[in-house]
């Protein structure tokens, strides 16, 4: 065949097109177990960050998080339904997004303001415990902003099952610069204080439009994100759709009626 022939070329093509596809899926194959292990250090270190365990900017090696995690911090699988542990459920194992998008694992949500689509059956949380006993719950969160699905964790004080204690966000595609800025520390910084529930257990935390006052005179409301209306009202409606009837509720007036064990 001659070197330069139009069957030369496709063959050529084809060929390469095969070793490099062959290349791709080996190296693949050969660091599933690797990115499987990079992605559950990532989120442990986001449950010691928005649980207090980690401060902002500290650089960890693997081992230390691992241990700073397996010392602290307690995962439990719950029935978000039935708003109790699940029963033959390993916490190490189980992946809640990955139950989200199996139709045997989760159901459609119902309309809510923060656009979820589906609710898993069962949800991982955190607990951090401290002498012996629960002292931070740790929930997952997401919801939809302005361009993107942000995907958190709220930090809930064990006493009251209604004073935040922290938030973060690990993952989402908002605007750099606006509503990027959850992932501002000083920002999240004024989250910590604030109520969930108002007296009569509805949740009412949001993020407003401008500033709010300090937490002691100001539980419900947080500081706005400047030019980031959409994102900021997207946050409210998050946290307030998870910690509702169709999300944590049922788990938050289990372990206040049993005094937060």
Not at 42 to 55: P, R, S
Not at 73 to 79: A, G, H, N
Not at 113 to 125: D, E, M, T
């Amino acid at each position: 065949m001659a070197q330069h022939s139009t069957g030369y070329t496709i063959g050529f093509a084809a060929l390469v097109c095969v070793v490099c596809g062959v290349g791709i899926a080996s190296a693949a194959v050969a660091l599933a177990d690797r990115q499987a292990e990079n992605k559950k250090l990532d989120q442990q270190k986001q449950v010691l960050a928005v649980a207090g365990l980690m401060k902002e900017g500290e650089v960890l090696k693997p081992e230390e998080v691992k241990k700073r995690f397996a010392d602290n911090i307690k995962p439990e699988v719950v029935d978000l339904k039935g708003g109790v542990a699940a029963q033959g459920v390993d916490p190490a194992s189980f992946d809640q997004r990955k139950a989200q998008k199996d139709p045997a694992q989760s159901r459609e949500a119902p309309p809510n303001n923060a656009k979820v689509l589906r609710l898993p059956n069962n949800a991982l949380v955190y607990k951090v415990m401290k002498d012996g006993k629960v002292d931070t719950l740790i929930l997952p969160i997401e919801g939809y902003g302005l361009w993107s699905t942000l995907y958190g964790f709220l930090a809930l004080d064990a006493k009251d099952a209604n004073t935040v204690k922290g938030i973060t966000f690990y993952q989402h595609g908002e605007t750099p610069g606006l509503g990027g800025e959850v992932d501002n520390p000083k920002w999240k910084a004024l989250w910590p204080g604030r109520k969930i529930y108002d007296d009569k257990g509805t949740p009412q935390i949001g993020v407003v439009k401008g500033q709010a006052g300090p937490p002691a005179s100001d539980p419900y409301r947080v500081d706005g994100l400047s030019g980031a209306t959409i994102t900021s009202n997207g946050v409210s409606n998050l946290v307030k759709f998870w910690f509702g009837p169709d999300g944590f509720g049922p788990y938050i007036q289990h372990l206040k009626a049993a005094g937060g064990k």
